[in-house]
């Protein structure tokens, strides 16, 4: 019969003191992971800001202040634009003349710069207005319209009438005029988006527009109606010209135009919007 074999070594388990020891080892490398990884995320954003923050101006909060500034800065410009000085314009003496029927008059010497005509007809037929060189050979229409009829309206020359020296007068009734320099036209003042008007007018900008800015246009009336920009140079922009229709519709403002003269013969009502 065989025996058994000898017995092996005992086996003996680690004493609690043991254990202690080394689940509290344990623990400490836990933590000592967790204070790394947190070390490192919170010292990932100081150096990410750090850098940026030292090349950033000390005053970069102002420099953003600034900037909505100048963002806005644009928009106060289309609303109110800057204020420009009128043009010097010629300041001729101011012609007046008055009477009844048909009449030549002289204006007291030929000119050849762009002035105003203001006119008044008290009658109830029609009345045309022509202008005439020194030498009286040939005449140029002015204005043809049915009384009564008060407007104002650019008196200038032509390629084919290079200076003004006489107005001839046709019509019946009573009538007026006055020939005004430039200065006497009606001032838009910056801070008016809308100039609304009836009739024949000639107004000023004492605003600078921009190149191509859109001028809205309306207008209520049964006649003829115009709008033509004036430069300092003497360009003649046909912005708009209709007959005998209401219209709402806008045209382009060349830069540099100082004047704007508007007919509405009919003396319909007109509304401009920058």
């Known amino acids: 019969m065989t025996s058994p074999p000898p017995p092996g070594p005992t086996s003996r388990g680690l004493s609690t003191g043991t254990l202690v020891a080394l689940g509290g080892a344990g623990l400490a490398t836990v933590f000592l992971v967790l204070v790394t990884i947190a070390a490192f995320l919170w010292s990932g954003p100081e150096d990410t800001t750090g850098p940026l923050t030292a090349d950033a101006s000390p005053t970069a909060p102002e420099e953003t202040a600034?900037?909505?500034?100048?963002?806005?800065?644009?928009?106060?410009?289309?609303?109110?634009?800057?204020?420009?000085?009128?043009?010097?314009?010629?300041?001729?003496?101011?012609?007046?003349?008055?009477?009844?029927?048909?009449?030549?008059?002289?204006?007291?010497?030929?000119?050849?710069?762009?002035?105003?005509?203001?006119?008044?007809?008290?009658?109830?037929?029609?009345?045309?207005?022509?202008?005439?060189?020194?030498?009286?050979?040939?005449?140029?229409?002015?204005?043809?319209?049915?009384?009564?009829?008060?407007?104002?309206?650019?008196?200038?020359?032509?390629?084919?009438?290079?200076?003004?020296?006489?107005?001839?007068?046709?019509?019946?009734?009573?009538?007026?005029?006055?020939?005004?320099?430039?200065?006497?036209?009606?001032?838009?003042?910056p801070e008016d988006d809308v100039y609304s008007g009836a009739g024949d007018e000639v107004l000023q900008l004492w605003w600078a527009p921009n190149d191509m800015d859109n001028l809205g246009i309306s207008y209520e009336g049964e006649s003829s109606f115009s709008v033509n920009g004036h430069t300092l140079d003497g360009f003649v922009d046909p912005m708009l010209s209709e007959y005998g229709r209401t219209l709402d519709e806008s045209a382009p403002l060349r830069e540099g135009t100082v004047l704007l003269e508007v007919g509405a013969y009919d003396g319909g009502d007109w509304t401009l919007t920058r």
């Open 66 to 189: 600034e900037a909505d500034d100048v963002d806005a800065e644009p928009t106060e410009r289309r609303e109110v634009p800057e204020t420009v000085e009128p043009p010097a314009f010629p300041e001729p003496e101011t012609l007046s003349m008055s009477g009844t029927g048909d009449l030549l008059v002289d204006l007291g010497g030929a000119f050849e710069d762009t002035r105003i005509l203001s006119l008044r007809h008290e009658g109830e037929g029609e009345i045309m207005v022509w202008m005439l060189e020194s030498d009286r050979e040939t005449m140029n229409r002015v204005k043809w319209v049915e009384g009564p009829y008060e407007g104002r309206q650019l008196l200038r020359p032509t390629f084919s009438h290079e200076e003004i020296a006489y107005l001839s007068i046709q019509t019946e009734g009573d009538w007026e005029f006055l020939v005004e320099p430039l200065t006497a036209a009606i001032p838009w003042e």
